[in-house]
């Protein structure tokens, strides 16, 4: 299955919101396996990417898909079952599982099943979206048995390799590379007018208190400064869901308040808000890596405390952490740069060799293709037995990673009804996520 002179190589990326599908499709594009177009140009065949959408109630909208700017040749929603009979159907050279750790630990068991008796396989990549704050050694054992296992910075290379090697896995898999949505101009000083941007976050803080004081903090400054263009950077529209839940969106909550005009929401790509800003302002979020990577004056807020529940508590030793009152009386933090560059921010410059390594390693891996062994996750029936099956069970396959009886079937493709029905119910999902179990909750504190 080596990439040829002849054929472009052919990837798949399998993701489950639009965050994981953004941070997979890029990936895919860093790692394809270099391919000469064989007229002594010099010049690269372009991979072909299938992208494959993991149905659940994070499947990405149109909207969203178009926002993460990768087009991909083909577009499809499955579930498990229907991917796994997809991967029998493809000969892939590269297959990217962007997927939440349970699901990629079900889709190496399901593969390999498929895959048995075959004597090519695609080579397997996994990896984190961004920042990795919590839960570090459930994620990685449940990455554990991809070719690869991404890790975005020197940092998490290094504690994911102590994650394996400290239970006895094979830590050989674990390839240091960068976040692949960093890119544009470096900042080179301010805009008119000056531009105050928020990143905000689905699930950070949760409560209606935290994220009532982060927005009247934003729309306080934006009085306090009204030369500043103050923007709201928000993931998602009412109904559309991310990654994380969002049970009470910005949008909202700012309805209740009276903002000046220089203060307002904006949607699309991070990169292109990038472009504009003068300050990126968040509690967490992964755009701070993009923001410092451009250079832009970066601050992690410490209004609601430096705490591993925000995720904020990663950037100390940053150099980016700091309050709005600071801010509102005009602090500009000054990033740390040995803590930068542990995290593969590469605002250095050597950003356009971060993915050198994982392209290399994957060529190799496509030269011995007929000689790959056979998917070897950490989790067993012997090593996780009251853990793997529940995992599996959820994604719809059985004890040996085979489909169970009743899943859904990948033999045809569905039909009108069948669709309307798919959308009415991730709509009654989200409206119940959105309305309905904010008011129980707050019904059972009375």
């Known amino acids: 299955m080596p990439a040829s002179n002849a054929n472009p190589p052919r990837i798949a990326v399998l993701a489950d919101s639009d965050t994981r599908w953004k941070w997979g499709a890029l990936t895919a594009t860093r790692i394809a396996p270099s391919v000469e177009a064989g007229s002594g140009s010099g010049a690269r065949v372009a991979p072909v990417l299938d992208g494959f959408l993991l149905r659940g109630r994070a499947t990405p909208t149109p909207r969203q898909l178009a926002e993460v700017g990768v087009r991909a040749d083909s577009l499809s929603e499955v579930t498990a079952p229907e991917f796994l009979r997809a991967m029998t159907r493809?000969?892939?050279?590269?297959?990217?599982l962007a997927l939440v750790g349970g699901g990629?630990?079900?889709?190496?068991?399901?593969l390999k099943r498929v895959w048995e008796g075959r004597a090519e396989r695609p080579v397997v990549v996994t990896g984190y979206v961004g920042v990795v704050y919590e839960k570090l050694a459930d994620g990685l054992l449940l990455?554990?048995?991809?070719?690869?296992?991404?890790?975005?910075?020197?940092?998490?290379?290094?504690?994911?390799?102590?994650?394996?090697?400290?239970?006895?896995a094979d830590a050989s898999a674990v390839t240091e590379v960068a976040l692949p949505f960093l890119g544009g101009a470096?900042?080179?000083?301010g805009h008119d007018p000056y531009t105050v941007v928020f990143a905000a976050q689905p699930s950070v803080p949760e409560n209606r208190r935290d994220r009532t004081y982060l927005l009247d903090r934003l729309v306080r400054h934006a009085r306090l400064h009204p030369e500043r263009e103050v923007l709201l950077k928000l993931r998602s529209k009412p109904g559309e869901h991310t990654t994380h839940i969002e049970e009470l969106p910005y949008q909202r909550l700012v309805q209740k308040l009276d903002p000046p005009p220089n203060f307002r929401l904006v949607y699309?790509?991070?990169?292109?808000?990038?472009?504009?800003?003068d300050l990126m302002v968040t509690v967490s979020s992964t755009a701070a890596l993009e923001s410092l990577h451009?250079?832009?004056?970066?601050?992690?807020l410490t209004d609601l405390g430096v705490r591993e529940a925000l995720g904020n508590h990663h950037f100390a030793g940053s150099g980016c952490l700091a309050s709005w009152d600071q801010l509102d009386a005009g602090h500009r933090p000054a990033p740390d740069e040995e803590w930068v560059a542990r995290q593969g921010v590469a605002a250095d410059g050597s950003y356009a060799t971060a993915f050198d390594a994982a392209r290399e390693r994957i060529g190799e891996l496509l030269d011995d293709a007929r000689d790959l062994p056979p998917l070897t996750p950490y989790y067993t029936h012997a090593t996780a037995p009251g853990y793997l099956p529940g995992i599996l069970a959820r994604h719809h396959l059985g004890p040996d990673g085979s489909p169970l009886s009743g899943a859904p079937s990948a033999d045809r493709e569905p039909g009108p009804v069948r669709q309307i029905v798919r959308r009415a119910a991730r709509g009654a999902y989200r409206h119940g996520v959105q309305r309905v179990a904010p008011v129980i909750r707050r019904m059972g504190e009375l």
Request: no cysteine; proline share 5%.
């Open 143 to 168: 990455r554990h048995g991809a070719d690869l296992v991404l890790a975005n910075s020197r940092q998490d290379a290094e504690r994911f390799r102590a994650v394996y090697e400290g239970v006895g």
């Open 294 to 300: 451009r250079r832009v004056p970066t601050v992690v």
């Open 268 to 277: 699309g790509n991070m990169g292109d808000v990038l472009d504009r800003t």
């Open 90 to 96: 493809t000969p892939y050279d590269v297959l990217v």
């Open 104 to 110: 990629v630990q079900a889709m190496l068991h399901g």
């Open 186 to 189: 470096p900042y080179t000083g």
